[in-house]
């Protein structure tokens, strides 16, 4: 059990720089990988975690180059390896499963050649022999009709499905190591669970070792015996799985835990300051010098080693790790929210929405004329107060993001009204609004790569709402300019900046302050955190959650990350296939989630804690479109009664505890069930 | 994404701006070479007229097919006209016309692709349908009639080449800005209120503004190349006018004995149109779009 | 699937239908009419009825218009001023030169494309494809007639290899032909090869750089095996619209280099038409050249239906 199979010595990875600096992104990596354990790397984007998993395949990406150190595979070095000499290693003894499968397998190739051409490269078998072995690998990671599987394209399958296969493809070389880059971002939640649970029963039935990469800390809670915490190209904690998640030495870890959204918990997570270095900027002393608030003047002119704590059977690399051993009780706090008033007026009302997706266009949303039948979103009823938040959550495809944009007046609505104010009707069409409504809605995207004007500065993107509804210029606007800013957190010399000077949170701060230029009643969000690192996340969530209390204004909060939801909204409404299921007063729809559906949405939820396992109750199926008649979660719905649900749409139910629910079955029996 | 170069923490304005690209194409040999030819075409275009040393259009029976020698450096054509003289003059007009006629195709396709982009739906379906047909009649054939039929003054020259060859850049800026607007901003831009003017002039223009710069640079040394051919074939500038192409086709005939009435106007030509590519190549690269993977329509 | 092709079919069909309204409007709104352009100054009395009579220019241009494409579609191009025969006879022969040229000078193109620019993409900026790119880019700005006109100084004058100048007549054999088109299939491949080289390049390249090659890679697949099953039928597939584009712009450059070789096809029947200002000429010319480019394009985009595995199955995804 002991045995080691691979080891990574002091491993530097670097690239150089155009002014010809070397700069590099892994910095002296040293860590072991016994056999049979699942070991998980944990980082942020530009943590260099992907370039370590790839390293200890012995593959390096273009532009990069090996600094010093090495890969030891069973006492080879696979950094000195000949190409002809990783072939044989590469798929037979390490395999590879990618994060986003949908484009790591080859898109004119069938999925049964794919993983038909790893036997053949890997396995003496004949081919009567691979085409049994075929169907099994399928079978084995649980993918519907194998025997047809094998004849699909990879486009022909779900994400789920996609990533199923690439397992399936990793496996058939019957590797002794499997690294899993990020194997289940991207998906759904349900479908991350279902993929994350096939992954650990693998490594139970094969006994292969497992390096598992990813930057969540939920599912690395799931799957992982080891943790290994990167930060900054650099390994800053290590050790066993419940040691790093309970009692994480390493201020990282600790903030990193703490800003982690947790269903359990009402009320925001602790935010971390700064965002991570870039890689060349680290001088001196320790990379997390600037962020931690345990740093001391030793801190910032030496680094710390890895240092190894034997009680806790961990490594280190902090001065002052002393300092945490005993304040872990406090991981399980957050900062609680002021309460809005429930007595407020209704400022927005949803009634009897439907939303069909006809592909829109420019100037000719005019021309639209909406037949459909069975339009994506359908009878939404919401009734949204002054100075609330109100998250919609849902998979993708539950059409959260489309009832945003018809708020917005992007899209029209198919039936039904939207009233603003006094139950005043806004105009589905963008050009009939009045320009005071259009100031009083206003919206933040969830990419601010794409949100912002990439040839415009700060200034430039700040002043456009400014100009546009309150006609300011010259010393005034820039005065209101440096105020926004502020209101975010940003410093005056930000104003002179494009958008790819900035970080991430950077950018999101920005177009938080461009929604707030317009002194609106409601800003719409439209999973506004999902792009943004871990501990960048929570601090745009806390200023968020800031900005409304000072200034009353109104959220709505489309999020596929429950847990997040969990954190800001007062109130939730579960949507799926367009149709809502639940709605109701956060603190309840977490605690007693009555609709099937929000149960299973809530059960798949992956929380950085080894003891909150998640259920699965339902398929992972993929619906492409909403049923026709009845209930809209007929097709996966584990509680499921018969014809009724089938042929009639649910009627709505209001619990005791505030919920509303739409279901066949009886919402006190629900509860019941439940128990 | 991980080999990110250090953000860079360097305010520009417009001008060090487009300074800093000059200086991006410069740093590569192909950029820097490109520049160079095409800097010493302009200079010696503005400056030939004074610096001739004879008269472009003096026949002299006496002086018949020299071969070069110090008097008539690239020695003498079949009118006994000086090579040299002629060469320096001849990318006068070339440069001039389709300068201009860049221009013009740089402005219409420019501004009909942007339409067709922002607009979608029938509307651009038929207009890209009508370029389409006009991109499936050979443009010499076109160009060749209208000249025949009009005459070969740079009045008809220039739009007419600017027309033909405004086509092209028609569809690189209806692709730009069909990407362009379906990005974030440009909703956010929308959803605020802005007038379309505004959202064309603000947050459209200057994101699609590069990939039709380089377009237009490219069309360049395509027309360059396509006038040149009308000149050659005797549909371009009239004689005595000195013309690459037009001393090309002259010469060809007599070159099996007077070579080098042919080589200079060819090298004349050739560098200006190889300068111009690799100067369009290097623009494009330093503005990071790759053209390679345009076909030359 | 059917429905698609028969799209595109469709599409084809009316670009070629605007071209033709687009040639005959032209000729139409350009001053004086066919007759009167290409009789000139003798344009008056008898023979300006006759030729009036026989091109039938004395019913409104609609009606006209409407007969002509009837006889296009047909396949007959009406009469020629010049040759004074049917047209069909005087393009008979041609197109079939033409045809043999073009043909010849594909068949060869775009192959040595395809190797050149998979050599450049797999050496990426190493010596082979710094060698060859810089080839290309000087065989791709150079025009046709300046490659002609320097093949035939140095191959033909220098060296004396090759005939400079064809000299046979339009109803040359087959065989005849091939002897005679060394040089300007070497002149007009040129252009074309370095065009679709750079094109395979860089989608070579950007395919290359993908994900599923990574993972092919850590599969441990041989490298040459990854390149043919994994690299090749993505990287040319998107290339195949372009070649064709690119091929279509060929035409232009055949008509140059026809006229530097004095190669008897259409592209010299293009120059003696418009010299000769024999517009009913112009007029089948300018629809046989676009027949031509929408017929490769019609080819392409088929080849991509076909070979492409998306539109195979018609499940687009989003």
């Known amino acids: 059990m002991n045995e080691i199979i691979e080891s990574v010595k002091n491993l530097s990875i670097g690239f150089n720089s155009q002014k010809g600096k070397q700069i590099s992104i892994l910095r002296n990596v040293s860590t072991n990988i016994k056999k049979g354990e699942t070991v998980g790397i944990v980082g942020e984007s530009g943590s260099g975690k992907s370039t370590l998993a790839l390293a200890m395949m012995g593959y390096i990406k273009q532009g990069l180059f090996p600094l010093k150190g090495e890969c030891l595979f069973k006492s080879d070095d696979l950094l000195k390896m000949s190409s002809r000499q990783l072939e044989k290693i590469r798929g037979r003894k390490i395999a590879m499963i990618p994060q986003n499968a949908g484009q790591a397998l080859t898109p004119n190739l069938k999925i049964g050649y794919q993983i038909d051409e790893a036997l053949r490269l890997h396995t003496d078998l004949n081919k009567t022999e691979r085409d049994k072995k075929i169907s099994e690998l399928l079978n084995k990671v649980r993918l519907p009709s194998p025997e047809t599987m094998a004849f699909r394209y990879p486009h022909e399958l779900s994400g789920g499905q996609q990533q199923r296969v690439a397992v399936a493809m990793a496996l058939a070389g019957k590797p002794d190591l499997l690294l899993l880059d990020e194997p289940t971002t991207g998906l759904d939640v349900t479908t991350q669970a279902h993929v994350l649970e096939l992954l650990r029963f693998i490594a139970k039935d094969t006994g292969t070792s497992m390096i598992y990469v990813s930057h969540d800390l939920g599912a690395i809670a799931q799957v992982s015996d080891r943790i290994v915490v990167m930060y900054a190209g650099e390994i800053v904690l290590e050790g066993p799985a419940r040691k790093i998640l309970k009692e994480p030495i390493h201020p990282y870890t600790y903030g990193l835990l703490k800003s982690i959204p947790k269903l359990s918990l009402a009320g925001l997570p602790a935010s971390m300051p700064g965002s991570q270095p870039q890689p060349g900027s680290i001088n001196e002393g320790c990379s997390f010098y600037d962020r931690c608030n345990l740093a001391t003047d030793n801190c910032k002119k030496n680094s710390p080693d890895l240092e190894h704590i034997k009680k806790l059977d961990t490594n280190v690399r902090c001065f002052n790790y002393k300092e945490l051993i005993n304040q872990n009780n406090n991981l399980q706090t957050s900062i609680t929210k002021k309460s809005n008033n429930s007595e407020a007026n209704e400022v927005l009302k949803l009634k009897d929405v439907s939303i069909s997706y006809a592909k829109q266009k420019f100037f000719d949303q005019l021309l639209n004329k909406i037949s459909d039948q069975n339009p994506t979103v359908k009878d939404i009823n919401i009734d949204i107060k002054k100075g609330e938040t109100i998250a919609l959550v849902g998979e993708s495809g539950s059409g959260k993001s489309t009832i945003l944009k018809s708020i917005a007046g992007l899209l029209k609505t198919k039936d039904g009204q939207i009233k603003f104010e006094n139950d005043r009707i806004l105009s589905s069409d963008l050009k009939m609004r009045n320009p005071n409504d259009l100031r009083a809605i206003q919206l933040i995207f969830q990419n601010p790569d794409e949100s912002l004007n990439p040839n415009h500065t700060v200034e430039q993107i700040l002043s456009q709402p400014l100009k546009l509804y309150f006609n300011l210029s010259g010393e005034e606007l820039k005065k209101n300019i440096i105020d926004l800013l502020k209101k975010v957190r940003l410093g005056e010399f930000y104003m002179s900046r494009y958008p790819r000077q900035l970080s991430g949170g950077e950018k999101q701060r920005v177009a938080v302050a461009r929604a707030f230029a317009a002194k609106p009643d409601i800003i719409l969000c439209d999973e506004v955190t999902s792009a943004l690192d871990v501990s960048v996340q929570a601090a745009v969530l806390n200023l968020l959650q800031q900005l409304k209390e000072d200034l009353g204004t109104t959220y709505v909060f489309v999020s596929h990350d429950l847990a997040v939801v969990r954190a800001i909204s007062d109130r939730v409404a579960v949507l799926y296939q367009g149709r809502l299921c639940e709605i109701g007063p956060s603190q309840n729809v977490y605690k007693f989630p009555s609709h099937p559906y929000t149960e299973v949405l809530l059960g798949a939820v992956l929380e950085p804690d080894p003891d909150i396992k998640p259920k699965l109750v339902a398929e992972d199926i993929v619906e492409e479109k909403p049923p026709e008649k009845g209930c809209s979660f007929q097709g996966r719905c584990p509680r499921k009664i018969g014809d009724i649900c089938n042929s009639k749409v649910p009627p709505w139910q209001i619990g005791e505890n505030g919920n509303a629910i739409r279901c066949h079955i009886n919402i006190e029996e629900l509860a019941s069930l439940q128990q | 994404m991980e080999n990110n170069l250090i953000t860079e923490d360097i305010q520009k304005n417009k001008l060090e701006k487009a300074f800093e690209i000059l200086k991006t194409m410069a740093s590569k040999p192909s950029g820097l070479i490109g520049l160079t030819i095409v800097l010493f075409h302009v200079v010696l275009a503005l400056i030939s007229p004074y610096i001739a040393p004879y008269d472009y259009k003096a026949i002299s029976p006496n002086t018949m097919l020299l071969a070069p020698s110090a008097e008539h450096w690239f020695g003498t054509d079949s009118l006994g006209r000086d090579v040299f003289t002629r060469t320096i003059l001849g990318g006068r007009t070339a440069l001039t016309v389709t300068f201009f006629g860049s221009l013009i195709a740089l402005l219409w396709g420019g501004l009909l692709g942007i339409f067709c982009g922002l607009v979608g739906g029938k509307i651009d379906d038929v207009v890209m349908r009508v370029v389409d047909a006009f991109l499936s009649i050979p443009w010499i054939l076109a160009m060749l009639l209208i000249v025949s039929l009009l005459g070969t003054s740079t009045e008809v020259l220039i739009p007419a080449l600017g027309f033909f060859y405004g086509k092209g850049i028609v569809r690189v800026a209806r692709a730009a800005t069909h990407d362009v607007i379906a990005k974030d901003f440009i909703v956010s831009a929308r959803a605020r209120g802005h007038s379309n003017m505004s959202i064309i002039w603000n947050e459209i223009i200057p994101n699609v503004r590069d990939a039709i710069l380089v377009e237009g640079a490219m069309r360049w040394s395509w027309m360059l190349l396509g006038f040149s051919s009308l000149s050659f074939l005797g549909f371009g500038v009239s004689p005595p006018t000195p013309d690459w192409g037009l001393m090309i086709s002259n010469a060809r005939g007599l070159m099996s004995f007077a070579y080098w009435s042919v080589i200079a106007p060819i090298v004349g030509l050739s560098s200006l149109i190889i300068g111009i590519n690799l100067t369009a190549d290097a623009f494009a690269k330093a503005l990071g779009i790759d053209r390679s993977t345009k076909a030359p329509v | ?318």
């Open chain 3, 1 to 318: 699937m059917l429905l698609l092709i028969l799209k595109r079919i469709g599409l084809g069909l009316i670009t070629l239908f605007i071209v033709s309204l687009i040639t005959f409007v032209g000729v139409e709104v350009l001053p004086g009419d066919a007759c009167t352009t290409y009789l000139e100054r003798e344009a008056y009395g008898a023979a300006l009825d006759a030729c009036i009579k026989r091109l039938g220019l004395d019913v409104p241009a609609y009606e006209r218009y409407l007969d002509w494409a009837a006889n296009v579609v047909r396949g007959d191009f009406g009469y020629s001023l010049s040759g004074e025969m049917p047209i069909n006879e005087v393009l008979g022969p041609r197109v079939k030169n033409s045809l043999v040229l073009a043909s010849v000078s594909i068949l060869i193109g775009i192959p040595l494309a395809i190797v050149l620019g998979i050599i450049t993409a797999l050496w990426r900026d190493k010596l082979p494809d710094i060698m060859i790119s810089t080839i290309t880019i000087f065989s791709m700005t150079i025009p046709e007639f300046i490659s002609a006109t320097l093949l035939i100084l140095i191959v033909a004058i220098w060296l004396g290899w090759l005939p400079g100048i064809v000299i046979i007549p339009s109803d040359a054999t087959f065989y005849e032909l091939l002897s005679n088109i060394i040089l300007p299939v070497v002149a007009i491949s040129m252009i074309m090869t370095a065009h679709m080289a750079r094109m395979v390049r860089s989608s070579v390249i950007q395919v290359m750089a993908s994900d599923y090659v990574q993972m092919a890679i850590l599969k441990g697949v041989p490298y040459w095996k990854m390149v043919f099953r994994h690299v090749l039928p993505n990287a040319l597939l998107p290339a195949i619209n372009v070649v064709a584009l690119t091929i279509a712009w060929l035409l232009g450059g055949v008509v140059v280099t026809e006229v530097v070789f004095n190669y008897p096809g259409l592209g010299r029947l293009v120059i003696e038409s418009i010299s000769n200002r024999d517009l009913p000429v112009v007029q089948a010319l300018a629809i046989i050249l676009a027949s031509i480019y929408v017929g490769i394009n019609l080819i392409a985009d088929l080849m991509t239906l076909m070979l492409n595995p998306r539109l195979k199955s018609l499940q687009i995804r989003k």
